[in-house]
């Protein structure tokens, strides 16, 4: 059942993921990504609009659906490096999730995203 639904919608990353990270449950940062899927690979954006950041690095493992995404892009103006790890969830549905470890220059937090 899930390779059919997976298949009506597509390569499971492509879209846009809503949610947020953060270094604990008390901070916690809103974050869009939008990922696309042109039959080779994977490319997208964190945060799309005027502080936007380009995927240099996007990579999906089909037997764990481990997902492993990085970025360089301004914050304040000084560089910083996003390291992004995590795993699909519910790839059957069109909703899954895509949750695991977010780096964001030093700082170091778990993540939540779902897809809209």
């Known amino acids: 059942m899930s390779v059919a639904l997976v298949a009506q919608y597509g390569h ?17 940062h809103r974050v869009l990504l ?23 690095r996007a990579t999906v493992d089909p037997a764990t659906w481990a997902v492993h995404l990085e970025a360089e892009g301004k914050d304040g103006g000084r560089a910083v ?17 895509l949750s695991g470890t977010w780096t964001q220059g030093d700082v170091k937090g778990d993540f939540h995203l779902t897809r809209n």
């Open 34 to 56: 939008e990922l696309n899927w042109d039959g080779k690979a994977i490319t997208g954006t964190i945060n799309p609009g005027p502080n936007a950041v380009t995927l240099q």
């Open 12 to 28: 499971p990353l492509k879209g846009s993921w809503s949610g947020d990270w953060g270094p604990n449950k008390d901070t916690r």
């Open 81 to 97: 490096r996003y390291v992004i790890d995590g795993k699909i969830e519910n790839l059957g549905a069109y909703n899954r999730t």
